[in-house]
């Protein structure tokens, strides 16, 4: 498996945005990347095939589990849904994102002694 | 974890993902090309994501199985030795047990090659009198035509011969006869030309169909063979037919001859010397069957009790008795692997526990419980396989060489080969070995202390002592026990079977079977031929019988003159022509009365020699030398008709066993030449007792026959030894596999205590320095451990035995002179496995008495 260029920030984050979103509600592949770019503001630009990737694994570690249906455009989609063991998989990975953040800023903040 | 399933599901998804973006866009006022132009930019590589999609759910499993393997390589081969200890001690089980099995696959458990064959049942008749017996051949028509049970029903004779003519020297071919129906009830066609019709089966000879073993060995396979014309017995017979290989059926067959209705002698009821086959009709149970054919063998004879007829499967027919023989195998052979496999265990044991710095180590790094627990089955499975693979070579060519020496005269050995289900059964095996022994490595793991083990770089296994392991140790003397024990019995039933005075002498005797066509003329040619023989230099004593010691013989039906005889129940004895000096020349004893002599010809009086057992069973307690008896010969050829006449017993001779191992049974013997009909001209032994090694006569007595009569065939010319040798042959076969399995076993469970309390001394090195530097002497050391030892083997004793005492009973019919419970057995393998076993505790035992309290306490 070779990466021509870094998709993420760094890895997991990806997946931090997806298990995110969909904490909010169940969302199918193309609405999920319509809105982790509406949200951030189109600031980040994932390529949107990689989320497919991302979807398998969380898939494969039981993070989500998808459903077929019908969407609201009337179409025969997949819709992933955020399993318990998501949610608090989720909530670790953000407390220890927060954590690495906080570490990282207090870093690079001008010194204040 | 299973691979990744959704493929079509994923594509669909992608699909969508793209038709939705390329929707917007249009609706946002794109082109539409352009649009999906776009969406695909935007999308990236369709390809490469379903790609890596995919891989998100297979690579995590082949990563960690190739990173598993040649983890379990590297660590494997890091300690070769041990690799290599495992693997050789699988590599013997898997092979012993897969060659065995590929011995039973062949020969018992592999269906006949026939149509249906779960349908062709062997007909035999049992009475009390006479045992159990085949059909005469109105016995036979009654069956075929009144039975409601059948769809066909054969008749058989197995196993006469015929004299070939002009073919190179003459010599003898063995036929099997056969009625109509045999071929077209199993269902096999001939591989050239055509069978015989019915109308044919009313005319001996003429025509002839022969076996493909004769057509390829005595014709070299001619492709031109059909109208061949071959002398058989005098008379030019047209070969019509080559039947193909019959391997599993009389496979020593030549001549697939006629069973011919219509001779006189054919239709005498009550000589039953045919063999009966046939094939149960759908629908009808072997009882019914049984039944049916019970009420027309009493309807024939008159009679309503006293016999009934036995259907057997005819595969059981074939292969019964080996059965017994190879299932003991066979149980043995499991024993073994079982012994190793607890062998396994212990040096995993020891291993692991070497390795639980390392374990404790990875644990902490991160790595799973259930990750690596799979590393050890991985790291088994590769020895397994190793093993595996080095013991199927070994069990192809073990099975190779039985098949080649035909160790043990098994029948359908011709096929016998490491096919794929021993492949499979060879695979199955190292599989369930690999996951069983990783019950050590795990059991070990699951109590493992991630603080005490890292800081001390080395865990607590703790006492072996108290450990279930200790189970290991007493199932594994408990095996050996049975195996010892078995290998005893068996043992101790061939050496009775050796040992046991046969009732003549073997040694010095060589016999060969003539055989002549024209039966008056062996009246001169016979006793010139004994005559001439005894007067060679070298040769002691020479006569003629149709029987020969091991042998088996004919029966004749007895009538007494002293006592009424029941015609529905007439007793049967073992019977046989002789010449005047058999007895003496096979060196069997005279109990009372005299031997024949010159004036028992043709001209002298009716005369008879019983054995003792036949004394004995008719005249117990009482003299039997000048009772008069009438012995009606019964077999192929025999007509039973005529004033009976009776004979005068003149002497009792000792038992002749009739097989090494098998019990002596009544006999009698009557002279040669008072045989009326000529009948037993038609072939003889001849029997020649030399004064050095037989088998130097043996070019003096063939030219000795040529010079009598030229182009007289001289068939089967062996040593009386070789006789023997070879009625013992399964017995042989039996005991040589179990008994070097039990040796086998005997090494692996010294092994075995061995190392497994040299471990558990290893483990308390700590323990007994503290108890020495507290003052315990070094002999109450040594006894601490020699009684844990001790107190193990001690339990494995006695399981075992127990075991061992069912087993016994089970391979009853395998015994021979020996109870199942034969002490000698019994003592011998505690005995044996005692001193193994104090042996094997003893150095460990002395190097704990040996430990130093400063170094013991210090080495934490």
Known sequence: ?113 | MSGFKGDRELSEEIRAHLEEKVAELVANGMPRDEATAAARREFGNVGLIEEDSREVWRWMFVETLIADFRYGARMLLRNPGFAIVVALTLALGIGVNTAIFSVVESVLLRPLPYHNPDRLFAIWANSKEEGRMGGSMPEFQDYKDQNRSFQQIVNLLPRFTYKLDGQGEPRLVICTGMSFDFFPMLGVKPLVGRLYTPEEYHVDGVQVVISHKFWREQLGGDPNVIVRVLNFDGTAQTIIGVMPSMPDLFPDTDVWAKDVPDFRWMQVRNNRFLMLMGRLKDGVSPEQAEQDLTAILHRGTGESQGSSVTLVPLKDELTGKVRSQLDIVMAAAGLVLLIMCANITYLLLARTSKRQGEIAVRVSLGAGKGRILRQFITENLLIALVGGAVGLALASYSVDLIARLNLGNLPRAEQMAVDPYALLFAFVLSLAVSLLVAYAPAAIFSRLNLHSTLKTGRGEAGSFGKSRFRVLLVSEVASAVVLLVVAGLLVRSFWEAEHLDPGFHPDHLLTAYLRTSDYPDGRQFFPELVERTRQLPGVQMAAVSNCLPASGSATASLFFSDRANDPYHVPEVAACWVSADFFRAIGTRLLAGRFFGDRDNGAGPPVVIINQAMAQAYWPGKDPIGKQIAADYVGAGRIIDGPRRFRQVVGVVQNIKPGLDLPAEPALYTPYLQDETDHVFAGLNLVVRTTCDPRWFSETVRKQVHAVRPHQPVARMRTMDDVLFETLAPRRFSLLLVGSFAALALLLTAIGIFGMIAYSVAQRTREFGLRIALGAEPGEVLGLVMKDGMLLTAAGLVSGSLIAVVFGRAMSSLLFEVTATDPLAFTGAVVMLLAVAACACFFPAWRAMKVEPVVALRSE
Do not use: C
């Open chain 1, 1 to 113: 498996m070779k990466q021509a260029e870094p998709r993420d920030l760094f890895p997991g984050a990806l997946e931090m945005m997806i298990l995110r979103t969909l904490k909010r509600q169940p969302l199918h592949g193309y609405a999920l990347v319509q809105h982790i770019k509406r949200t951030s503001n189109d600031l980040l630009q994932i390529e949107e095939g990689s989320l497919y990737p991302a979807l398998q694994r969380l898939l494969k570690d039981d993070l989500v589990k998808a459903e077929w249906g019908i969407s609201a455009t009337n179409r025969r989609v997949r819709t992933y849904k955020l399993t318990p063991a998501g949610a608090k998989h989720l909530e670790r990975q953000v407390s220890s994102f927060e954590r690495m953040l906080e570490g990282i800023s207090r870093v690079l903040r001008p010194s204040e002694s």
